[in-house]
């Protein structure tokens, strides 16, 4: 089975543009989350949607939104970027974001950079 | 706020040693802890998942503890190898997963 999938690998951007990264979860997973890893850190919670609806959401500006489609795949938007969005952005997929189990499995990452 | 603290940053050791990673975390309301290793520029791996309710977690030459009531959590690494170099990250699930920083091993032929 294929695990969760995102794209694209890498990205360069300039500043005050506007970038979409794409994540497809594994079959069968309902929720999605969004992490932004800046290079020596971990990883930091962006947002988390089950079956469609926000469940969670990081201490991050409106300046990045995020959806998840009927297929459960998601887009993480990110407006009027900043040198300082320059990250590896990672997506994670789990069953139910209820269940106790609640075990993540991450994609490969997008990496960003902002020029 | 859950604060997760990892030490240490990072940790060179000859081949062949034992190593414990350690994972300290300031709020003892969590689901589980799990522990991940990422190879540079990647993404995630999953390595072992401790409910709350549970002590520890092995799998092969990987062993990680749990004591919630202490807020502490460690990774245990038999008969470490080279390809075991990579940085090693703790989460702990409350209302959100919460990462440390990681501990960067480099395990020396």
């Known amino acids: 089975d294929a695990g969760v999938t995102q794209s694209p690998t890498h990205l360069i951007k300039t500043r005050g543009q506007h970038v979409t990264l794409r994540c497809s979860p594994i079959s069968g997973h309902k929720s999605v989350s969004w992490y932004q890893q800046v290079l020596g850190q971990g990883p930091q919670f962006i947002f988390q949607?089950?079956?469609?609806?926000?469940?969670g959401r990081g201490n991050f500006p409106d300046r990045f939104s995020a959806r998840q489609f009927p297929n459960y795949s998601s887009e993480l938007n990110v407006n009027a970027l900043l040198l300082g969005d320059s990250a590896l952005y990672l997506c994670a997929s789990s069953l139910d974001p209820g269940a106790r189990s609640y075990e993540q499995y991450f994609g490969p990452g997008t990496r960003l950079t902002v020029t | 706020k859950q604060e997760v603290t990892q030490i240490p940053a990072a940790l060179s050791v000859p081949e062949g040693e034992n190593l414990v990673l350690n994972c300290s975390f300031t709020?003892?309301?969590?689901?589980?802890l799990q522990w991940f290793r990422q190879d540079p520029g990647k993404g995630l791996t999953s390595l072992l998942l401790?409910?709350?309710?549970?002590r520890e977690q092995t799998s092969g030459r990987l062993n990680a503890s749990l004591d919630k009531s202490s807020g502490r959590s460690t990774l245990y690494i038999a008969a470490s190898q080279p390809g075991d170099s990579a940085t090693y990250l703790c989460a702990v699930k409350g209302q959100k997963l919460v990462f440390g920083q990681g501990t960067r091993l480099t395990i020396n032929p």
């Open positions: 401790i409910q709350s309710s549970q």
């Open positions: 709020d003892s309301a969590i689901y589980n």
């Open positions: 949607y089950y079956e469609k609806e926000e469940r």
